[in-house]
């Protein structure tokens, strides 16, 4: 079992930063997992945002290349979604998400925290 708590998340104004924190635990073999980020608006469906593997390897959304930054810090069992250059459309519920899949698609991942929201102001 995989569980995942986020924070970091709160309020900025556009062209503001943001860093997101998801920590893992459980019993399961970290090593073996993608873990990333999804986001929800109200009244839209799960939006893939990054995810990365345990050797780094990254993939990001169009809508936040070059913005955002994902990393993760395999000692720590945490990953880190660095949110720059802000936009009101970025505001949402983030989601952290694992699996053993590297996956755009919020149904490839079985592992979910709770969310954390960010509000982008203009």
């Known amino acids: 079992q995989v569980q995942l708590v986020e924070s970091g998340g709160g309020l900025a104004q556009a062209g503001g930063s943001l860093r997101l924190s998801c920590a893992a635990s459980?019993?399961?073999?970290?090593?073996?997992?993608?873990m990333g980020w999804f986001r929800q608006a109200p009244g839209k469906e799960h939006e893939f945002v990054a995810h990365?593997?345990?050797?780094?390897?990254?993939y990001y959304a169009d809508s936040v290349k070059g913005r955002f930054t994902l990393s993760r810090d395999n000692a720590r069992n945490t990953v880190y979604l660095q949110m720059n250059s802000l936009k009101p459309e970025d505001t949402a519920t983030y989601y952290c998400?694992?699996?053993?899949?590297?996956?755009?698609?919020?149904?490839?991942?079985?592992?979910w925290g709770q969310g954390t929201q960010v509000t982008v102001s203009s």
């Open positions: 998400v694992a699996d053993t899949v590297q996956a755009t698609n919020s149904r490839n991942f079985a592992y």
């Open positions: 990365i593997t345990f050797s780094d390897s990254t």
């Open positions: 459980g019993s399961w073999s970290y090593r073996w997992y993608v």
